[in-house]
């Protein structure tokens, strides 16, 4: 089981004054950063141990905003401010000090939790001496480092029950939204991550409707929960969850859990927990591999800058791997031949694009071509009918299938059907229509 932990930015964006002055962003290693901070908070003559601890709780506090998307959920396009009322104080051009920057170049990568949770704490601090906090005493920290107190030592009189994460990973982008509108019948942990979190919110706001499955589907129940949250919280009712409503939804949930206090309920390792999203590469196999072709066998056969290698089976083959490439040269991914999540949400994206500008000649009256998304129970609407047509077909020749009535409605005995056709394929029986189970209702309805 992955979890999604917290990284370390290569870099983060400063906002250069409080959160609604008309300031410039200015983009900044993320060690530099620290570096910048504890030399504007920290002394160079204090004990070694003193300043690690401050380094360790600044690390902490900046990690905390980034994690959680602090100021992103409200709308902004920067990472952290340079304003101590709001942050740690960061002055633009300040010089680093030597002892200072040695310790950030040794501790930059760990940072402190609380118990059991995952994000990094909010480990609020003051200087102790003109300011009094309930966070870390900046000035105490010395005192407790001339009585032999080490750093974790040290964090834990003012922290509680802190422990140390060490060498955490370091990454490009750390941001959650998937770069797509998430909707009915889209997949993937970005979907486990909405339910989790409107779970969560609806216990504050008990008019949202608890969604009790916690598969990876869009479904739509899921989508009257959206829509609800939407209505409570003035936003467009559509159901979509897009860019707005993400860190919308982001930002009530770090609210309601109180994500940026000293006394947090924190985020889980069940919630962190990633069990959907597949990584693949070169010699996996198994059912996403197959997705994975059709999406690429389409993509590519409309775009011939990418090679058509009629990719098939459940093997990642070095076709698959040539043809990834391809794709990710074209739309400037990693050109890496790994389908990780980047990979995967442009692909789920050009396939859409692709069906929508898919030349007349190519379209039948019953659409063939998968419709980009998966249809599961409950939904409504054109790709079902199509899909009920499909199905209708293979029972004018077959009795394999329990039956179908074309009403636009997914409804059990349309999920029944398509179960009996997995269960034929020796596929997951779960009556969900996935890319490679509307091809083989595509391929049963040709014959006769």
């Known amino acids: 089981m992955a979890i999604r932990i917290p990284v370390i930015p290569n870099e983060i964006i400063v906002h250069l004054g409080a959160p609604n002055e008309a300031a410039r962003n200015i983009s900044v290693p993320f060690i530099e950063y620290i570096k910048n901070?504890?030399?504007?908070?920290?002394?160079?003559?204090w004990p070694i141990d003193s300043i690690k601890a401050n380094v360790l709780a600044q690390?902490?506090?900046a990690l905390n905003r980034?994690?959680?998307?602090?100021?992103?959920?409200?709308?902004?396009?920067?990472?952290?401010?340079?304003?101590?009322?709001?942050?740690?104080s960061f002055s633009e051009n300040r010089q680093f000090f030597e002892t200072v920057s040695n310790i950030v170049d040794e501790y930059f990568n760990d940072y402190i939790v609380k118990d059991n949770q995952v994000q990094p704490f909010f480990a609020m601090y003051c200087d102790g001496k003109n300011v009094a906090c309930k966070g870390l005493s900046q000035w105490g920290t010395v005192t407790l480092a001339?009585?032999?107190?080490?750093?974790?030592?040290?964090?834990?009189?003012?922290?509680g029950n802190v422990k140390l994460i060490y060498d955490a990973p370091v990454a490009d982008d750390i941001k959650t939204y998937p770069g797509f509108p998430v909707e009915l019948g889209v997949a993937g942990d970005f979907v486990r991550m909405i339910k989790i979190q409107l779970n969560r919110i609806g216990q504050n706001y008990p008019a949202i409707p608890i969604i009790t499955n916690d598969s990876p589907y869009f479904t739509p129940e899921l989508e009257r929960a959206v829509k609800k949250f939407q209505e409570i919280f003035n936003l467009n009712v559509t159901g979509v969850v897009d860019k707005v409503t993400w860190y919308k939804i982001k930002y009530v949930y770090n609210a309601v859990k109180k994500i940026s206090d000293l006394y947090s309920e924190g985020i889980s390792i069940d919630e962190a927990s990633l069990l959907f999203e597949k990584q693949l590469e070169l010699g996996n196999s198994g059912k996403y591999i197959k997705t994975l072709n059709y999406l690429l066998n389409v993509v590519s056969y409309f775009d011939s800058s990418i090679p058509f290698l009629n990719l098939s089976g459940e093997k990642f083959t070095d076709d698959t791997k040539q043809v990834v490439i391809a794709f990710q040269n074209k739309y400037n991914l990693v050109a890496d031949g790994i389908v990780n999540a980047a990979t995967w949400a442009s692909l789920k994206e050009v396939y859409k694009q692709t069906l929508k500008n898919i030349p007349r000649e190519y379209v039948s009256s019953l659409n063939e071509f998968y419709p980009g998304k998966f249809l599961l129970e409950g939904m409504t609407g054109d790709d079902i009918v199509?899909?009920?047509?499909?199905?209708?077909?293979?029972?004018?020749?077959?009795?394999?299938?329990?039956?179908?009535?074309?009403?636009?409605?997914?409804?059990?005995?349309?999920?029944?059907?398509?179960?009996?056709?997995q269960r034929r394929y020796n596929l997951e029986e779960n009556?969900?229509?996935s890319p490679f189970v509307w091809y083989k209702i595509v391929e049963l309805s040709k014959k006769k």
């Open 386 to 421: 199509n899909l009920q047509n499909f199905l209708y077909l293979i029972c004018e020749h077959t009795k394999s299938i329990p039956g179908v009535i074309v009403n636009g409605i997914f409804d059990n005995l349309t999920k029944q059907s398509v179960k009996s056709i």
């Open 37 to 45: 901070v504890a030399s504007g908070e920290i002394y160079p003559n």
């Open 66 to 88: 980034i994690y959680n998307e602090w100021y992103p959920s409200m709308g902004y396009n920067f990472d952290i401010t340079s304003d101590p009322a709001y942050d740690q």
């Open 146 to 159: 001339n009585q032999g107190y080490k750093p974790l030592e040290i964090l834990k009189k003012y922290y």
């Open 431 to 433: 009556g969900i229509v």
């Open 59 to 61: 690390i902490s506090f």
